[in-house]
């Protein structure tokens, strides 16, 4: 009975800890969801109901951010994560200077989100001076110039993408260069002996033995992708709906405190939307896990 108490007294300060700062706010969320023509300067409703969902899921903003976010999403997080591992396996085969590498890769993560965006804003905008470094490879393949900041929806979506995915890649590369090097190397040994191909020794061995990581990194990139908002804040400014480049986590902030804030109920309804599309990726990543990936 000792130990049990013990037991509860040493989890205490996380359990505490996750109330206040996880369970408390969710139950808080659903509260706000469900209390229909909520005043936030009151503190009063006219009743409970689902028409702060209705009226989210009918927003023509909000389904501008539902697009975006999936688009988003469906780019950025495959393309991320392959062209990391082909960077991963590019630094496993270079001996030398291959700490160096791995630093010089790794320094878009710890440079600050904002002073990047500036960075590809100034890189793709076209402007009465300059038409950005983009346009000048575009006119030599005669093609261009594209504003990329204040042009055509797609090529604000391109330039929206590459940001992401050139900031999540260092982080990416981190953890499979290290998955590559924790692989054993005997399994190699035995598969040079045998001449197995290199693709073979690649789907063989290679990616059933790092496929932990691989999954920890797209269910992380799911995640983190679907709350993307300050890349896009980082190229496009402020007010992301009238660039047609607005994200949900956007869409509640505005609802919260933009332009037309002060409706915290539309805010909690439409985070809990995406609270429930997240939880339905990550599910469906963690029932396909079960099948292809491999633990010792």
């Given at each position: 009975?000792?130990?049990?108490?013990?037991?509860?007294?040493?989890?205490?300060?996380?359990?505490?800890?996750?109330?206040?700062?996880?369970?408390?706010?969710?139950?808080?969320?659903?509260?706000?969801?469900?209390?229909?023509?909520?005043?936030?300067?009151?503190?009063?409703?006219?009743?409970?109901?689902?028409?702060?969902?209705?009226?989210?899921?009918?927003?023509?903003?909000?389904?501008?951010?539902?697009?975006?976010?999936?688009?988003?999403?469906?780019?950025?997080?495959?393309?991320?994560?392959?062209?990391?591992?082909?960077?991963?396996?590019?630094?496993?085969s270079v001996k030398k200077l291959r700490?160096?590498?791995?630093?010089?890769?790794?320094?878009?993560?710890?440079?600050?989100?904002?002073?990047?965006?500036?960075?590809?804003?100034?890189?793709?905008?076209?402007?009465?001076?300059?038409?950005?470094?983009?346009?000048?490879?575009?006119?030599?393949?005669?093609?261009?110039?594209?504003?990329?900041?204040?042009?055509?929806?797609?090529?604000?979506?391109?330039?929206?993408?590459?940001?992401?995915?050139?900031?999540?890649?260092?982080?990416?590369?981190?953890?499979?260069?290290?998955?590559?090097?924790?692989?054993?190397?005997?399994?190699?040994?035995?598969?040079?002996?045998?001449?197995?191909?290199?693709?073979?020794?690649?789907?063989?061995?290679?990616?059933?033995?790092?496929?932990?990581?691989?999954?920890?990194?797209?269910?992380?990139?799911?995640?983190?992708?679907?709350?993307?908002?300050?890349?896009?804040?980082?190229?496009?400014?402020?007010?992301?709906?009238?660039?047609?480049?607005?994200?949900?986590?956007?869409?509640?902030?505005?609802?919260?405190?933009?332009?037309?804030?002060?409706?915290?109920?539309?805010?909690?309804?439409?985070?809990?939307?995406?609270?429930?599309?997240?939880?339905?990726?990550?599910?469906?990543?963690?029932?396909?896990?079960?099948?292809?990936?491999?633990?010792?």
């Amino acid at each position: 009975m000792k130990s049990i108490l013990r037991a509860w007294l040493y989890l205490l300060p996380a359990l505490l800890f996750l109330g206040v700062f996880l369970v408390y706010p969710l139950v808080d969320v659903m509260i706000y969801s469900v209390e229909e023509g909520y005043n936030s300067t009151s503190g009063a409703s006219f009743g409970v109901g689902l028409y702060n969902f209705a009226y989210v899921l009918r927003d023509p903003f909000f389904l501008m951010a539902l697009r975006n976010t999936v688009l988003l999403v469906a780019i950025t997080v495959p393309l991320s994560t392959g062209i990391a591992l082909l960077i991963s396996l590019g630094l496993a085969s270079v001996k030398k200077l291959r700490h160096l590498f791995q630093t010089i890769y790794f320094l878009p993560y710890v440079t600050n989100t904002l002073a990047v965006g500036l960075v590809f804003m100034i890189l793709f905008k076209k402007t009465p001076y300059t038409d950005g470094l983009a346009n000048l490879f575009l006119r030599i393949f005669g093609a261009g110039p594209v504003d990329f900041i204040d042009g055509p929806y797609w090529a604000k979506m391109f330039v929206l993408c590459f940001y992401t995915i050139w900031v999540v890649m260092p982080f990416k590369i981190l953890i499979l260069t290290s998955a590559l090097a924790s692989v054993n190397d005997d399994y190699y040994k035995v598969a040079r002996i045998d001449a197995t191909p290199r693709w073979r020794v690649f789907t063989r061995i290679t990616l059933p033995m790092i496929s932990p990581m691989l999954f920890y990194l797209i269910v992380t990139g799911f995640i983190g992708a679907f709350k993307a908002y300050s890349d896009a804040v980082a190229l496009f400014g402020v007010n992301l709906n009238a660039a047609e480049m607005n994200t949900i986590v956007g869409y509640v902030y505005d609802m919260l405190y933009g332009d037309s804030g002060g409706y915290p109920s539309y805010a909690a309804a439409a985070a809990l939307i995406l609270f429930a599309i997240v939880l339905t990726v990550t599910t469906v990543n963690l029932m396909v896990s079960r099948k292809h990936v491999f633990y010792d």
